[in-house]
């Protein structure tokens, strides 16, 4: 068997990155992307190596000859590749088809060895590689039917979102015999090349032959295996988190981006908290509905948006402002209120981040679950010289958790000593206790200290929509921060959504009811797990104690290298002392697959930190 490789085109795309050289001289994480490949496919032992080069060509063939490649290398040159498409480039190399059975690959693609592995070792002898459609693949797609037969390849002009479920987008590698290249592929695409001419592509004359009433090629289709297809700055971007060179490199990379991880087949995120059980269909199907007028229609302003937020909570328009998520109005928030503020530490840091050091007076619970009480807090700054007292409950990462009764206390201790008390109730409705909330016109008009906030996008699982709200009787404050933030601060699917949520209320609570009995199972099943202290939690995760030789650090990346599971490690996080991680709570299935992993992991002694992701997932 024999490789060939295209390699002809200019890459416009990567902008600057192939103003001096080719598109597969591209580096991905510090290695081209030729040299990647060309390695790959050396460890099968082939015959030869055909490279069609066009553009920067013989800066290619320079480097390539730098590489010590065992496998012999052929060249073939496309003099105009600036004028034409990747069929010209395969039709100047269709001689090779024709002497021997052919893998033919795309020189902008990255993967791990296992996707070659599936289509050499798969007996059927011509294949096209494809993956499941995901929203951030671009390019062909095709059909199958049952027997995993192509039943049509689908151009832009073709692609229908409605179909999705349906289509499998093809990775640009496949496995040509000697025999249907000779009496299939090339005929066709030198007839198809001499009609339509040369700016077309390859996939075209497939598209043709899967019309034959016997078109011998099938699909061999790719489960979890890696790969990315790199055509501009954000595909290699991409590309350089899931190809790192080592499980800490991997972790960094995804955790910085915080969040966007539809981009990533296969990784399931129980870092980032949100509803597993919520929104219901039918809302996400009203949603739908009205797309298109939600895209080209402006979002009311800040008046309209208050009073539907002020209307599902029950209060009055004027003591409720809503924010792009709670994080745009905590900070709006931090910076109007002046002076020292308490805290109990561990917390969300996106509070502190927002103030001086020097005026952030932490309260350290001194026990290992890292709980505390109403109590607690007032005795620790009932001398203490403080101006604003926040409260998050259930707190984040802990998971603690004080009763509505108990906060309306620590409530009539602040008005009493004249501190603002700012309570981030984002996670209450996960709570066992029922009516948590204090977003209450009675609690707000006897308390006109107190702030609450909650973010819309944790409990109603709604993050892509940036929601939330901040209630207060301060009208002065509520009046600054409506005036602090951008006018169009919400977008017009954030609207449409505070519009309708209430007509799904009940759907809502069967969530929450549903949640809790997860939640509840999960803990216990966490608890069986080796090297594993489970804190108790009422939120909508759960944080965890490491225990024996293990790491924090350590656990979260092999969890990521070898599972595809992205935790937090809270081990950096300030208040801690000991090895700490924090997991959402999920659905039951991927629950499940959480706590088996841990139990593979955690049940021996020898996890190292920082290996090398290859060596992690094999």
């Not at 029950?314 to 503020?341: C, D, F, Q, T, Y």
């Not at 969890?559 to 950096?572: G, P, T, V």
Request: charged residues 25%; aromatic residues 12%; hydrophobic residues 40%.
């Amino acid at each position: 068997m024999q490789s060939i490789i295209l390699a002809a085109g200019m890459g416009k795309r990567l902008k600057e990155l192939t103003n001096n050289n080719t598109k597969c001289m591209v580096k991905v994480n510090e290695v081209t992307m030729i040299e990647r490949t060309l390695k790959q496919l050396d460890r099968l032992h082939l015959s030869k190596i055909v490279i069609v080069v066009g553009y920067k060509g013989d800066e290619l063939i320079d480097f390539i000859s730098t590489l010590h490649i065992e496998t012999p290398i052929d060249y073939v040159h496309n003099d105009i590749y600036d004028k034409s498409n990747n069929i010209y480039s395969l039709f100047l190399a269709k001689d090779y088809l024709l002497k021997e059975d052919t893998l033919l690959l795309e020189s902008d693609l990255i993967f791990e060895d296992a996707v070659l592995n599936k289509i050499v070792e798969d007996p059927y002898p011509s294949l096209a590689l494809v993956a499941k459609y995901e929203s951030w693949m671009d390019g062909t797609v095709v059909t199958l039917d049952g027997d995993n037969n192509i039943k049509n390849f689908l151009g832009k002009k073709d692609f229908n979102y409605e179909d999705i479920q349906n289509y499998y987008k093809t990775v640009n590698i496949y496995k040509f015999s000697k025999e249907f290249s000779t009496t299939h592929y090339v005929p066709f695409l030198e007839a198809y090349s001499k009609a339509l001419g040369n700016n077309e592509y390859y996939e075209q004359v497939l598209k043709v032959i899967t019309l034959l009433d016997k078109p011998e090629i099938k699909a061999s289709i790719l489960g979890d295996e890696s790969w990315y297809e790199i055509d501009d700055v954000q595909d290699l971007d991409i590309a350089e988190s899931i190809f790192t060179t080592s499980a800490e490199d991997k972790l960094k990379k995804i955790s910085s981006r915080y969040g966007g991880y539809w981009r990533y087949p296969g990784l399931i995120d129980f870092c980032y908290l949100v509803n597993p059980f919520y929104p219901s269909p039918r809302l996400l199907d009203e949603i739908k509905a009205n797309f298109d007028r939600l895209v080209i229609d402006y979002p009311s302003g800040m008046g309209v948006n208050s009073l539907l937020a002020a209307k599902y909570f029950g209060l009055k328009k004027e003591h409720v402002v809503v924010g792009n998520g709670a994080a745009e109005l905590i900070k709006s928030l931090m910076e109007r209120l002046p002076g020292k503020i308490g805290m109990a530490n561990p917390t969300f840091e996106e509070y502190p981040n927002r103030k001086r050091p020097e005026d952030v007076v932490p309260f350290y619970p001194t026990n290992n679950n890292y709980s505390y009480t109403a109590s607690d807090l007032i005795d620790f700054y009932e001398d203490k010289d403080i101006s604003v007292l926040l409260l998050i409950n259930p707190d984040n990462p802990s998971g603690n958790y004080i009763e509505k009764a108990d906060v309306l206390h620590l409530a009539r201790w602040a008005e009493n000593k004249g501190i603002t008390f700012i309570v981030d109730e984002s996670f209450v409705d996960f709570a066992d206790e029922e009516a948590a909330t204090l977003l209450d016109g009675t609690v707000l008009n006897s308390y006109p200290k107190l702030i609450v906030i909650k973010s819309i996008s944790k409990s109603y699982g709604v993050p892509g929509l940036r929601l939330g709200v901040l209630a207060a009787h301060d009208q002065e404050l509520i009046d600054f921060i409506k005036k602090d933030v951008a006018i169009w601060n919400i977008n017009s699917f954030g609207e449409f959504y505070m519009q309708i949520f209430e007509k799904y209320k009940s759907d809502y609570e069967t969530a929450m009811r549903r949640f809790k009995e997860v939640r509840r199972k999960y803990v216990k099943d966490l608890a069986s797990v080796q090297n594993l202290r489970v804190i108790p939690s009422q939120a909508n995760y759960v944080m965890c104690e490491v225990l024996g030789s293990h790491t924090a650090k350590g656990l979260t990346e092999v969890l990521l290298a070898k599972n595809n599971l992205f935790i937090k490690d809270l081990s950096q996080k300030n208040g801690f002392d000991g090895e700490y991680i924090r997991i959402a709570v999920k659905r039951p299935e991927e629950n499940e697959k959480m706590v088996n992993a841990l139990k593979v992991i955690l049940g021996s002694e020898d996890i190292v930190e920082s290996k090398p992701a290859e060596m992690l997932v094999e």
